[in-house]
């Protein structure tokens, strides 16, 4: 029973410091700091526990290196 509840809080301070860091990342955007790597960090955090923020993920990573491919060119 401990280890369950363990697991529990893990989940929530993971899902709550995931939605934080989201929250002040879509913030930052609009003032000074830096928006896009905390945006990243929340949705890296989110992506552990739900399958909409993996998918962002996947399709971040897809796009970047689809733009790294297309300005400096295929890797070798």
């Known amino acids: 029973m401990i280890l369950r509840t363990v697991e529990q809080v893990r ?12 929250a002040l990342g879509i913030v930052m955007i609009f003032t000074p700091g830096p928006g896009t790597p905390v945006i990243l960090m929340g949705l890296g955090l989110l992506a552990a526990e739900f399958v909409w923020a993996r998918r962002i993920m996947d399709r971040i990573k897809r796009e970047t290196a689809r733009l790294k491919n297309a300005f400096l060119g295929p890797e070798r």
């Not at 989940?11 to 989201?22: D, K």
């Open 11 to 22: 989940r929530i301070f993971l899902i709550l410091a995931g939605f934080t860091l989201l």
